[in-house]
């Protein structure tokens, strides 16, 4: 298994959890220091065989020599978890495009470009899972995140293009979408709702890939809120301080 930004805290758990049913992990991302010492606490706990390899999300140029040099060091994948993604500042984005730019392109752009690649590659074997974390927040653009919430929303539209261009391959995508999250990405934030915790989120996407669901709200409630704020109109909605 390749897992695509493996430092963050809920990679850190999907990683686990497939190592803890036998899978050997190639574990990508950019701190290199980080990566080793997550795949020595999971060698630990598991005994699999666990691979740290730089990747660079926002170099998108990089992300066919970086796939193809995973392949070379650890062999064939079955399956691919692509976890990267930058949360990045709202009110900072209204005022300077470089944070705009900043949260499209991870969550998007670079998203985009590493699937592609993979997506060659799993069509090529004719077997193959990939999942995706994308983001409630891309269910309804709000106020208070929509240029996060509108880069969510893009990688959520490509990835049911995917499931559809892959299925003829048998290659299985699962779409993500996670509300907050009690990692890195959301430490200091005012008090959040539903807030998960990365541990019981990992095992209901390993669960939901299990069963080759096409998309996961987790936890299982923002499958019911996100409903509800769909279903309001917009001339009701943007008045909202959301």
Known sequence: MLVLGATSGI?????????????????????????ERIGADIRIRTGVSTWALPF???????????????????????????A??????????EKY???TRAILSRNFLAAASVLHVVARYMEGRKSGWIVALSSVAGDRGRMSNYVYGSA??????FLQGLRSRLQ???VHVLTVKPGPVDTAMTFGMPKLPLLAQPGPVA????????????????????????????AVPEGIFKKTKL
């Open 203 to 230: 095992k209901a996407i390993v669960r939901a890939l299990e069963r080759r669901k096409d998309v996961l709200y987790v936890p299982g409630p923002w499958a019911l809120v996100m409903a509800v704020l769909k």
């Open 84 to 93: 990267f993604g930058y949360l990045g500042d709202q009110e900072r984005a």
């Open 152 to 157: 969510k929303g893009g990688l959520t539209v």
């Open 11 to 35: 990679a850190r758990e999907i990683a686990l959890e497939l190592a803890r049913r036998g899978h050997p992990l190639c574990l990508a991302g950019r701190d290199r220091e980080e990566l």
């Open 168 to 170: 003829k391959s048998d």
């Open 97 to 99: 495009w470089s944070e």
């Open 56 to 82: 660079d999300a926002d170099d998108c140029d990089s992300h066919q020599e970086a796939f193809d040099a995973a392949v070379s060091v650890a062999g064939a994948f079955e399956g691919v978890v692509l």
